[in-house]
């Protein structure tokens, strides 16, 4: 019996079911070869040795070498000899033909997967190498995109440099084997082999595994979408993730920030491709500049600058652009251009801070602007006086000058002649001491005319206004104020005519004898609608315009700290005295409604004494069916004007305004209108 061979004798054999039926049998068969291997030798070569005899020369083992070497292809993401990419599984294999042990097999897995990370990446970087492409890919990545890219590239350098290193050492390794043949596989601590090889690739393997989750998050991104999305991975627990992508990020993010600081400095929107998160229309006029011509990307602000700041820039770059090309101040330029440092990522409170600065500068610079070179204010104090009949005494002397020549049909009318009416009212009245400039602007307009329309029906004051104090009063805002202008003309003429009714009752009363009950009848009447005037007319022009006057002045001169604030202010502004004055809102809407059949009444009220004065000084005064017919039309119209007031005040009560309350109480002084329910009301039987 032969005695075990040296170096394997207290080796003991594995689990059957653990190999190949080949594998379980080595070991037996090593035994019956004892007498042909020189046992002199390491127990590695006797191994290797007594398979080469078992499997025979076709399943040799592949030499770690010949794997080194096509390892290092691999890494470049080329096909070795023994070890190519398959497309179909999207993963390296081993060539069938080559006998790799499975300890071997998991060792070259583990770095094949550079070799795939690396396709990864060189393949998003392809479309920027190649030549032919190169203008189309610029286009659809952007700046940010290029410069995202170059990082890439930037880190791959280091890569292949690995690369080179290693392939130096295993060409350095090659070179000594085939000097030195008895040292073949003896390894030193310098050897580099498999699992050195994967432990040196270790830091670069991670970096690969970034840059490729990189690539695959950022593809089709552009501009600051791409930004925010490689931010978003910058909230991360490992610190070497925060780390490296942080420091990739200050090489990407220069194109957007360089764009950022443009905006912000200059006004200008140096945007190639789309891709800052402000937007500019060039088709839009400089007239609508502020409401138009830039918008916000919303798709494109970074994931660390929030809603609030991004509005910021946004009006700061928008501002410049309003001050430099509709104010024509083209020397203004804040004063943080000359003594900031470039915006860079990282810095992020740095950056608010700047960009609060110049927010603040820029905007107090063109409200100053607005408010001293165009007169905003001086344009809102007139535009209260004259359309909004603030100007007391100036109403009173147009309205006298054209009470008579508006009764006419409106088809008679000339806009000459009303304009010369218009400026003897001016000087007639405290209007005459105004700003030119402002009294310049004041015009008359007649609306569209149609069939049976009277002068009342058609004429409005108008108020012109240029660049660039109209981008303060849109044409949806001059609209608002010749709704309420109208209004207002509507029930300054139902107090103009109930005046000129009570004059001539009280002039008459006492000289035609005739119709002395029913001049005072109807002087009772009269008191009543003119009772009901002045209360509506005293809510409006206090409780409504001047209370929201105040408001508006406050919010401008003390709370609004950029053009977008003083526009929401007026808007506010208008919309408190349309709604205050139901002139919007469906609720308000069936209080104007009533408000005009009250006045159409009235002036059916005035209509009915003409022909009742028209009576009492004709010479058929005698004509008592005449009389009556007058009589029964006078008692009907007035029993119709309480009617009336009677629905208003219900629907005046289901408000809860405190205003709305107080003229309910104004208009039913003393339960007037209540009580006459009251006395009209049969008596109730008793059971």
């Given at each position: 019996m032969h005695s075990p061979a040296v170096g394997l004798s207290h080796m003991d054999s594995p689990p059957a079911l653990d190999r190949p039926y080949e594998e379980r049998n080595t070991r037996r068969r090593l035994a019956a070869l004892t007498n042909a291997i020189d046992t002199s030798a390491s127990p590695a070569t006797q191994l290797t040795k007594a398979?080469?005899?078992?499997?025979?020369?076709?399943?040799?083992?592949?030499?770690?070498?010949?794997?080194?070497?096509?390892?290092?292809?691999?890494l470049q993401g080329i096909d070795g000899q023994y070890i190519r990419f398959d497309k179909t599984t999207n993963e390296y294999t081993i060539d069938p033909s080559a006998y790799v042990p499975q300890p071997t097999r998991d060792l070259i897995r583990r770095v094949t997967e550079l070799g795939w990370l690396y396709k990864q990446v060189q393949g998003f970087l392809r479309p920027a190498l190649s030549a032919g492409t190169q203008q189309e890919w610029q286009q659809e990545a952007g700046l940010v995109g290029q410069a995202f890219c170059f990082a890439l590239q930037r880190e791959l350098v280091d890569y292949y440099k690995l690369i080179a290193v290693l392939e130096a050492q295993i060409d350095k390794q090659d070179s000594a084997a085939s000097d030195d043949a008895a040292s073949v596989g003896v390894p030193t601590e310098h050897t580099l082999t498999l699992r050195r090889l994967l432990l040196w690739t270790r830091e670069s393997a991670q970096?690969?595994?970034?840059?490729?989750?990189?690539?695959?998050?950022?593809r089709g991104q552009k501009g600051g979408a791409l930004v925010s999305t490689m931010h978003n991975y910058t909230i991360h627990g490992d610190p070497f993730v925060r780390k490296y992508?942080?420091?990739?990020?200050?090489?990407?993010?220069k194109p957007f920030y360089e764009m950022l600081q443009r905006w912000i400095y200059e006004g200008e929107l140096d945007d190639p491709y789309e891709e800052f998160f402000v937007a500019c229309d060039p088709t839009v006029s400089e007239e609508a500049l502020w409401q138009r011509k830039y918008s916000l990307r919303q798709n494109m602000v970074p994931s660390f600058i929030s809603t609030e700041l991004s509005q910021k820039i946004f009006l700061i770059g928008k501002s410049l652009n309003f001050i430099r090309y509709s104010c024509q101040e083209d020397a203004f330029m804040p004063s943080a251009t000359q003594a900031v440092e470039p915006l860079s990522y990282g810095d992020i409170p740095e950056v608010e801070r700047s960009i609060d600065v110049t927010y603040r500068e820029t905007s107090q610079r063109l409200l100053g602007l607005l408010k001293t070179k165009y007169k905003l204010m001086d344009h809102l104090r007139a535009l209260k006086r004259y359309l909004l009949l603030g100007q007391g005494d100036f109403i009173q002397q147009l309205m006298v000058a054209l009470g008579s020549g508006l009764n006419r049909p409106a088809n008679t009318l000339f806009r000459h002649n009303l304009t010369g009416i218009l400026e003897s009212a001016i000087r007639a009245s405290n209007a005459q001491y105004d700003d030119p400039e402002i009294l310049s602007r004041l015009d008359v307009r007649l609306l569209e005319i149609s069939p049976q329309d009277l002068g009342w029906d058609v004429f409005t004051l108008d108020y012109h206004l240029d660049p660039p104090i109209n981008t303060v009063f849109t044409p949806q805002a001059m609209h608002q104020y010749l709704r309420m202008f109208n209004f207002l003309w509507q029930l300054k003429r139902v107090?103009?005519?109930?005046?000129?009714?009570?004059?001539?009752?009280?002039?008459?009363?006492?000289?035609?004898?005739?119709?002395?009950?029913?001049?005072?009848?109807?002087?009772?009447?009269?008191?009543?609608?003119?009772?009901?005037?002045?209360?509506?007319?005293?809510?409006?022009?206090?409780?409504?315009?001047?209370?929201?006057?105040?408001?508006?002045?406050?919010?401008?001169?003390?709370?609004?700290?950029?053009?977008?604030?003083?526009?929401?202010?007026h808007d506010r502004y208008l919309l408190e005295i349309s709604e205050k004055g139901?002139?919007?809102?469906?609720?308000?809407?069936?209080?104007?409604?009533?408000?005009?059949?009250?006045?159409?009444?009235?002036?059916?009220?005035?209509?009915?004494?003409?022909?009742?004065?028209?009576?009492g000084t004709s010479e058929s005064a005698g004509d008592a069916d005449k009389l009556e017919k007058i009589r029964d039309k006078?008692?009907?119209i007035e029993k119709k004007f309480e009617v009336q007031v009677l629905e208003f005040l219900d629907v005046l009560r289901s408000y809860d305004g405190e205003d709305l309350r107080s003229l309910s109480t104004r208009l039913n002084y003393n339960e007037h209108y209540s009580a006459r329910i009251v006395k009209e009301e049969p008596p109730q039987k008793s059971q």
């Open positions: 398979r080469e005899r078992v499997h025979g020369k076709d399943e040799k083992e592949l030499s770690e070498s010949k794997i080194l070497r096509d390892l290092i292809f691999v970096r690969l595994r970034l840059m490729s989750v990189l690539v695959d998050a950022c992508i942080k420091s990739m990020l200050q090489d990407v993010s107090e103009y005519t109930l005046t000129a009714c009570w004059r001539r009752c009280c002039l008459h009363n006492s000289t035609i004898k005739k119709i002395k009950q029913d001049l005072h009848i109807a002087q009772i009447s009269l008191s009543h609608m003119i009772h009901f005037c002045y209360q509506l007319q005293h809510y409006y022009l206090f409780e409504v315009l001047e209370c929201s006057w105040e408001k508006l002045a406050c919010d401008i001169e003390k709370k609004s700290i950029d053009l977008d604030a003083v526009i929401e202010a139901f002139l919007s809102g469906a609720k308000n809407q069936a209080l104007s409604v009533r408000l005009v059949e009250i006045f159409d009444t009235i002036l059916g009220y005035k209509s009915v004494l003409d022909r009742l004065y028209a009576y006078r008692t009907d």
